[in-house]
DNA sequence: TATATATTGTGAATATATTCACAGCGTGAT
DNA sequence: ATCACGCTGTGAATATATTCACAATATATA
């Protein structure tokens, strides 16, 4: 856990997961070969195998990856032990769609607070998960163990936020809003900017129609 | 237009004229270093220069980049000369965030419309967007001359909705379905796995915390 | 049990992205 | 009008990510 472990590497492990648990769940395969992985992916097979070896899995020539055992390795790659919790901050429209979204989705990896400035929202239960005012923040992190945390806050307020989960305790964040977090080089931040995004999108729609 | 441009400098571009135009609107100022604005994007000043040296845009030693000019430039790059047309295809919680954010904000990149499979959604309007039946989506886009989209409808449709995005044209997608869409070469798909990215802070906030 | 075969695991090669480092130059100061 | 400075633009170097290509090998088959 201490070598770098690539940033895109993590991402493809848990696409990978997702994808391994439905042909357990729903097609009842028990082996895979890279190159199905791959394609279900959107990556080469070389990729597919390169991951495994960063996380020490062996499949075995001839009949490929143990699908059961390899969502198992995955997980205790990537997974904590026990229960991670995450908080969620900003009870907006894009807060709200992520708690319906995640509520009961991972046990182990489990929204259990909300924070919001507006007052009427502390105290409410938005689904499954207790909602509090802003300035509970540091206590009910601390209480609850939060180590990760999602910002759907407005940009004016991100970078405060973001301050106030440091000082807390919090190590990683996902960043909704579209400014970019000053942190200490000990805190992870995975940025989606739904606007930049979409610029891309647009772009290179435009780019594919000329040529 | 035709040669290679790297998806990673597009997203860049974008982050770097949303912050020229907060110092433009807010702070009045005129010109920008490359160190400034790589600070406040969070990359280095080197890479503030390659990125203007492939939209062809040069600053002037000594003063730095003109940031009306280079906003303009940046424009000129990224955006269509006219509207370009988007369309949000599944109006549950995460679309009706992302309508309500977007709701007028950029008015040459704009969501003309949205669908859902909910026939009590047709014909509302949401956010100032006008929503349709899905039925009636391959006439609307050819008539709105749509070329981008945004999926936010839940995996099992997600394949299928692309599959009618790209037989009405559409080139550009940005895709929150947690699926790897299948679709020809020549559309350009941006992925918003809002999984896999929080699975991703949650391994990094424990990687540090290790440490 | 022996054999043929298709897949894995991985060193090396390649491709892509980022950073270094410095020549050249426009600007403000004098 | 001249000068000195600090920035830009960019070739080269480096770092990172991906792919190639093939030896090693476990399995299914006969």
Redesign the interface.
Known sequence: ??VQ?P?KT??RL??YR?LLSNLLGIEKVKFVFSHQLAK???VTAAQVRRDMMIIGYSGSPKRGYAIEELVESIGQF?D?PDL?A?ALIGV???G???L???AG?RPN?RIVAAFDNDPNKAGTVISECRCYAMQEMPEVLEKKNV??A?ITVPAGQAQDVADLLVSSG?????NFA?V?LRVPA?????D????????????????????
Do not use: W
Request: charged share 20%; hydrophobic share 45%.
């Open positions: 856990m201490n472990i940033d993590v991402g848990s696409l997702r279900d992916a959107g990537l904590a991670q995450v907006g429209n894009l709200r769609a992520i319906t979204y995640f989705r990896l180590t990760t999602i919090v190590r990683g964040m996902l579209p970019n000990s805190v992870y931040v995975e989606m900017d739904i606007t930049t995004s979409l610029e891309k999108a647009a772009f290179f729609a435009r780019c594919r129609t000329a040529s």
